[in-house]
T-cell receptor, first 115, second 114 residues
């Protein structure tokens, strides 16, 4: 595809339910990043993938959050037992490689609302 | 990580140049200044980046002071479509892998006025 795609674009869920957010990076991009943005806030780093491995999971806020990437392409961010404070826009980005100069291209995000 | 500070909001008349300042007084010698913007309901979009020299591309110009402690993003002829939040960041590189995490602060909300 032409850019990074994410699905669903919007997700409303009840507190305590599990949710899965999907990211399709730009074809050929080996690096993939997940961020979240709460209302009026800047971006918060969650996790980074290089290929299928995640060298940096330092940003995951709790053990309710997990992510995987298969085939070096699609990634899924899973939030278990969602809480109201999980409500945010979850953004995925990819870059051609993980090198310092490589730009990250962002998807449109998934807006998660936990009731 | 070098921290950046930006004004919370700015207005600019349509057709005029928009000059967005950013302070990054603790920037390290090998850190670059990057600018992104985020139009409402869209993901962040890369604009431009630089190390020490001024840079220009089809979207904007970046002016970095000689001491590298501040920079200015210039949109030469602002249009209504340029209304967005503009983020000035300093890129962080980690170890041998040299990957980086793009970390944004609250940015500057630019409103282009007709």
């Amino acid at each position: 595809g032409a850019g990074v795609s994410q699905s669903p674009s919007n997700k409303v869920t009840e507190k305590g339910k599990d949710v899965e957010l999907r990211c399709d990076p730009i074809s050929g991009h080996t690096a993939l990043y997940w961020y979240r943005q709460s209302l009026g806030q800047g971006l918060e780093f969650l996790i980074y993938f290089q290929g299928n491995s995640a060298p940096d999971k330092s940003g995951l806020p709790s053990d309710r959050f997990s992510a995987e990437r298969t085939g070096g392409s699609v990634s899924t961010l899973t939030i278990q037992r969602t809480q109201q404070e999980d409500s945010a826009v979850y953004l995925c980005a990819s870059s051609l490689t993980a090198s310092y100069q490589r730009e990250q291209f962002f998807g449109p995000g998934t807006r998660l609302t936990v009731l | 990580d070098a921290k950046t500070t930006q004004p919370t909001s700015m207005d600019c008349a349509e057709g005029r140049a928009a000059n967005l300042p950013c302070n990054h007084s603790t920037i390290s010698g090998n850190e670059y200044v990057y600018w992104y913007r985020q139009i409402h309901s869209q993901g962040p979009q890369y604009i431009i980046h630089g190390l020490k020299n001024n840079e220009t591309n089809e979207m904007a110009s970046l002016i970095i002071t000689e001491d590298r402690k501040s920079s200015t993003l210039i949109l030469p002829h602002a249009t209504l479509r340029d209304t967005a939040v503009y983020y000035c960041i300093v890129r962080v590189a980690e170890g041998e892998t040299s990957y980086d995490k793009v970390i944004f602060g609250p940015g500057t909300s630019l409103s282009v006025i007709p």
